[in-house]
């Protein structure tokens, strides 16, 4: 895999990091709060289960890519990488936030390219 496939699939991961521990431990936090357009703390406590449990799947989704890119294992990051894009897809047409697809699809979907392209 080229560097820049690499790097882009590393960014990736470290996304899907960022967002296991905004909604494992971070979800009832302004912070979270804002990142998230969550409607209030009282929603965002109902809700904290539901979002860690998400976050564990951001967590799997970061650690498959990883191991992807340290045992070079294309197929593996291919089929993230795409799971990811549609997620980020649907989540867009379902919140009706189109910055959602820019910031979960965009990436994965440039990831995606290098590595299919410039492998």
């Known amino acids: 895999m080229t560097i820049l496939a690499t790097v882009l699939v590393a960014f990736v991961a470290f ?5 296991l521990v905004l909604e494992m431990f971070l979800w009832t936090t302004p912070k ?3 990142a998230f357009g969550i409607e209030s703390t009282a929603f965002a406590e109902k809700t904290k289960v539901l979002a860690a449990n998400q976050g564990l799947y951001n967590g799997f989704l970061a650690a498959g890519l990883v191991f ?6 294309t197929n593996m990051i291919v089929f993230l990488l795409s799971c990811i894009v549609v997620a980020g897809i649907y989540g867009a047409y379902s919140t009706k936030k189109i910055k959602l697809f820019y910031f979960q699809s965009v990436p994965a979907i440039l990831a995606l390219v290098s590595v299919l392209f410039f492998f």
């Open 15 to 19: 996304e899907h990091f960022y967002f």
């Open 32 to 34: 979270a709060i804002k």
């Open 68 to 73: 992807g890119v340290l045992f070079n294992n």
